[in-house]
Nanobody, 113 residues
């Protein structure tokens, strides 16, 4: 199993980034998928999820700013992040929502004020 997140970087507050996570070794289209993040000194937290039917849910802290989507043909889940804030700074990971697979390395997002 591999969950390869990419697309992170350094951005100013108010900016945007689009994260991608390519999954291999799992039945991607049969799994609800999610994005998580872990800020320095904090526990990993759930950010958003998308079901196999495309239904989405978001943490209150990102609702209205982030959009999760998926492409089953590419075994990839995306996270469009707009209006970024310094408190969004974290390492972002994807994983299945229910069947937790081995975590990948994640991708670092740093938002400067």
């Amino acid at each position: 199993v591999q969950l390869q997140a990419s697309g992170g970087g350094l951005v100013q507050a108010g900016g945007s980034l689009r994260l991608s996570c390519a999954a291999s070794g799992i039945f991607f289209s049969l799994n609800d998928m999610a994005w998580y993040r872990q800020a320095p000194g904090k526990e990993r937290e759930w950010v958003a999820d998308i079901s196999i039917t495309g239904r989405t849910n978001y943490a209150d802290s990102v609702k209205g700013r982030f959009t999760i989507s998926r492409d089953n043909a590419k075994n990839t889940v995306y996270l469009q992040m707009n209006s970024l804030k310094p408190e969004d700074t974290a390492v972002y990971y994807c994983n299945a929502l229910h069947a937790k697979f081995k975590w990948g390395q994640g991708t670092q997002v740093t938002v400067s004020s």
